[in-house]
Nanobody, 115 residues
């Protein structure tokens, strides 16, 4: 019913940059909260960045100053700009949207920081 699709992951050198994109349905695009989570091998899923409909943003402590979340003017896309990437950022990154107490998740996109 509600779909989120991530793209933009890949392999990048330490210190490099990537931009992830998430395309959402109209319902999710107007959700109160949209954001990004990630899960590394052997670890629990953690919050990376969120943005509520008023534009207020929050970030995980480990990515502050390096990652930036944003939405476009149509509110149908949400992005995660990742700079100064570290090997510890290697994970599957998931897009999330929440509306009326229901959470929706994308299938994830792999980010690997190596060499």
């Amino acid at each position: 019913q509600v779909q989120l699709v991530e793209s933009g992951g890949g392999l990048v050198q330490p210190g490099g940059s990537l931009r992830l994109s998430c395309e959402a349905s109209k319902t999710i695009a107007s959700a109160y909260v949209m954001g990004w989570y990630r899960q590394a091998p052997g670890k629990q899923r953690e919050m990376v960045a969120t943005e509520i409909e008023t534009g207020v943003q929050t970030y995980g402590e480990s990515v502050k100053g390096r990652f930036t979340i944003s939405r476009d003017n149509t509110k149908k896309m949400v992005y995660l700009q990742m700079n100064s990437l570290k090997p510890e950022d290697t994970a599957i990154y998931y897009c999330m949207g929440a509306v009326n107490g229901i959470f929706y998740w994308g299938q994830g996109t792999q980010v690997t920081v190596s060499s």
